[in-house]
């Protein structure tokens, strides 16, 4: 199989943390990349990139940033828990656009979904691909819609997508919860080549962590893109597994902290109200 796709590659969020990874690496690669983001791209313009500044709520500007391309990487929008006004144009209508640019272009979708799609799932319950969505805030909302409307554009309009749900992909394991999320650059870098370049997909979920000890995730589509992840949080467990907060919310829940923004709640909630597969 080839290392690198046959056709430009357009990559959206590219000046994000995550983003500025793909860029340097895959480019390094030897990919060729239209990079877009709504802000300057930080770091020089790699060999074989251009950037282009836009906004994903722009449909226009989309639409012409993708012609030509086989596959959009699609790593932009709001990344953190936001108030519903600040998450809609970004993730809700960019998102529209991103999958109406993909079906002119019969390209194919990877979506940096997350693990607040389902972050009011209990620690100690082990989750499949196909388990509900629990998400924890609007921003878990605008990803389980993400990974919806990939679902709807493959059943409608064969319109191939891979969902990565992603979990705390940083440079540090920097804390408990980190333990169990924690996807390496590295790891990411190869998921995301598997998910561009295996020949079949048709829409699938993954869950975006290396292999940790204590994660919290089991079935997935990973052997049909043959992605397996190389790195691991475990060597720090020792320094990061009393590192956590003082907010039972936030212990108590697989999102974390985003569980706790906004939490009206009196009582706790009964556990597993929708109980796992
Ligand atoms: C995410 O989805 C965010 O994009 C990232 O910034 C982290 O907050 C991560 O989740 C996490 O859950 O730690």
Redesign the pocket.
């Known amino acids: 199989m080839a290392d690198r796709p046959a056709r430009p590659v357009l990559l959206t969020g590219a000046s994000g943390a995550l983003g500025r990874v793909l860029a340097r690496t895959l480019a390094a690669a030897g990919w060729s990349l239209q990079l877009t983001d709504i802000l300057p791209f930080p770091d020089p313009v790699p060999a074989g990139a251009s950037f282009t500044q836009a906004d994903l709520a722009d449909g226009v500007a989309i639409l012409r940033l993708a012609e030509g391309c086989r596959t959009i990487l699609h790593f932009g929008g709001v990344?953190?828990e936001r108030p519903f006004t600040e998450v809609f144009a970004p993730n809700f209508l960019g998102l529209y656009h991103i999958y109406e640019a993909a079906r002119r272009e019969k390209a194919r979708v990877v979506f940096a979904s997350?693990?607040?799609t389902i972050g009011f799932y209990e620690r100690d319950v082990r989750l499949d691909h196909d388990c509900q969505f629990r998400p924890d805030g609007y921003?878990g909302v605008s990803k389980a819609y993400g990974e919806l409307m990939g679902r709807m554009y493959w059943d409608k309009h064969g319109v191939e997508n891979v969902n990565l749900r992603?979990?705390?992909s940083?440079p540090k394991v920097d804390d408990a919860?980190?333990l169990s999320?924690y996807l390496s650059y590295a790891d990411l870098v190869r998921l995301v080549t598997r998910a561009t370049l295996a020949p079949h997909v048709g829409t699938l979920v993954i869950w975006g962590a290396s292999n940790n000890s204590r994660g919290f995730w089991g079935k997935d589509g990973r052997d049909v893109i043959g992605w397996a992840p190389e790195d691991s949080a475990d060597p720090f467990i020792p320094e990061q597994a009393g590192n956590v907060s003082n907010s039972p919310v936030e212990e108590r829940y697989q999102?974390?902290r985003?569980c706790t923004i906004g939490y009206s709640r009196a009582e706790p909630s009964p556990r597993e109200i929708f109980p796992p597969r």
């Open positions: 990344s953190v997350s693990n607040h921003y992603i979990g705390g940083r919860r980190t999320i999102g974390g985003y």
